[in-house]
C-alpha cells in the first residue's frame, strides 16, 4: 500500500521518543481492574447464585456493571496498539509485516501457555484474530478498516464475548490509522461529547437486561448492553481526564497498573489459581453468596497488591516483566529480517513511549511497558 520502486532504508539513526498517552495507560489500567472481577467466578469455581429463580446480589452486581464491560474496552485497545505499532514499523522497519507477525506468534505462545492456568482466557485469541484479520489488513486503506471494523462489532453485539473481537481490533486499528490516540490526549472533553449519546443508550439497554435478570446476562440483551457500558465506561475516563485534579488522582490509581498490564494481567490468573487451590486450607465458605463476597474481596486484595508492586517495580525497569521476556523473544528473529537490532529497537522505543496497547515492544533496553 506505500511501496514505491525503491523503498528507502529504514531511519534508525535517530529513533523519535515521544510522550506516553496517559490516557490509554490510564483507560487499560481502569479495563484491567474490571477484568478481575469479571473472571474470578470463573477462577473460584463459583456456582450460579441464583435462589428461587431470584439472582443473589453480588452477582446481580457483576451482572449489571462488570460482565462484559471491560473485554470490549481491551479488546479494542489491542487494535489501537496494534494500528500505532503499524504506523511507525512503516516509517523505520525493512519489513514491518514480518514484525508483527513474530510478534504475534510469541502472544500465542503466551496465550496457550496461560490457558493452562485460565481456560478460556483473551491472549490466545487476540493472537489468532490478529494474524488472521490484523495482519491481512494492513494492505487496506484506513477508511475500510474502520468500515469495516463498525459492521462487524454491530453485526456481533447481540452475541459479545469472543465474536466482538474481529470487529473491535478492526475499530481500533482503523482509529489509530486516523491519529485518535493523539487527538483524544490532545482533547479530552471528547469523551463527554460522546457521553451525551452512550448514557441514554446505554441506560436503555441495561433496561432490557434487567427484565430478565436471570438469562439476560448470556443472552443478547446482556451483550449489547455490555458493549455500550464499555463505551461509556472508556468515555468516562476520557472526559475525566480533562479535569485537572482528577487527572492527577487517575494518573496516581490506574496508569502503574495500565503500563504493566500484560504482567498484572498474567500474575492475577497465577495468584486466583493458587488461592482457589487453598481455599479449604484458608476456611474460605466453599457456597453461597458469602462465597461470592469473599472472592471479590479477594480479587480487591490483589489488585492492591498488584498496584504497589508496579509502582515499585517501574521504578527501576521501564516495562512490565512479562512484557519484557515477550519484547525480546520477539524481535531476536525479527531483528535480523529488519536491518539489524537497531532498526527494530527505533522502532520499539518510538512506539513504547507513545503508549500504544500491549502489541509492541524494542530491542535491548527500549522503552517498553
Known sequence: ?????????????????????????????????GIIFANIPTMFWLQDAIVDGV???????????????????????????????WRSAQRRAANPR?????????????GGAHQLLQPGEALLPYAVVALVVLLPSTWLPRWLLLAAGLV????????????LIPGLFLVGFGAAQYGLPGFLERRPWVGAVALVGLVPAAWASAQWQLADPVSARFGSAGAVTG???????????????GVPGVRDALRVVFQPLGRMALTNYVTASVLMFGLNLLRPVLGVPTEGEAFWQV??????????????????????????????VWRRRSWWVTGRGLGGCGAVAGVGRRLSS????PVLGGCGAGRRR
Not at 7 to 20: G, H, L, W
Not at 75 to 85: K, T
Open 152 to 163: 462487524a462489532t454491530a453485526v456481533a453485539a447481540q452475541y459479545g464475548d469472543l465474536v
Open 295 to 324: 472472592a471479590m474481596a479477594i480479587a480487591a486484595g490483589i489488585l492492591v497488591v498488584q498496584w504497589a508492586c508496579s509502582v515499585l517495580w517501574l521504578r527501576f525497569h521501564p516495562q512490565g516483566a512479562v512484557a519484557g
Open 354 to 357: 507513545a503508549g500504544a496497547a
Open 1 to 33: 500500500m506505500l511501496e514505491t520502486a525503491a523503498p528507502m532504508a529504514p531511519d534508525v539513526t535517530r529513533p523519535v521518543r515521544s510522550p506516553r498517552l496517559l490516557w490509554l495507560d490510564v483507560l487499560r489500567g481502569f479495563a484491567l481492574c
Open 55 to 85: 439472582v443473589q446480589p453480588t452477582r446481580g452486581v457483576l451482572d449489571l456493571w462488570v460482565q462484559g464491560r471491560f473485554f470490549p474496552i481491551f479488546s479494542w485497545l489491542f487494535g489501537l496498539g496494534f494500528g500505532l505499532m
Open 227 to 241: 458493549l455500550l457500558m464499555a463505551a461509556a465506561y472508556a468515555a468516562t475516563i476520557v472526559a475525566l481526564l
Open 98 to 110: 514480518r514484525a508483527l507477525a513474530q510478534r504475534i506468534g510469541v502472544l500465542a505462545i503466551l
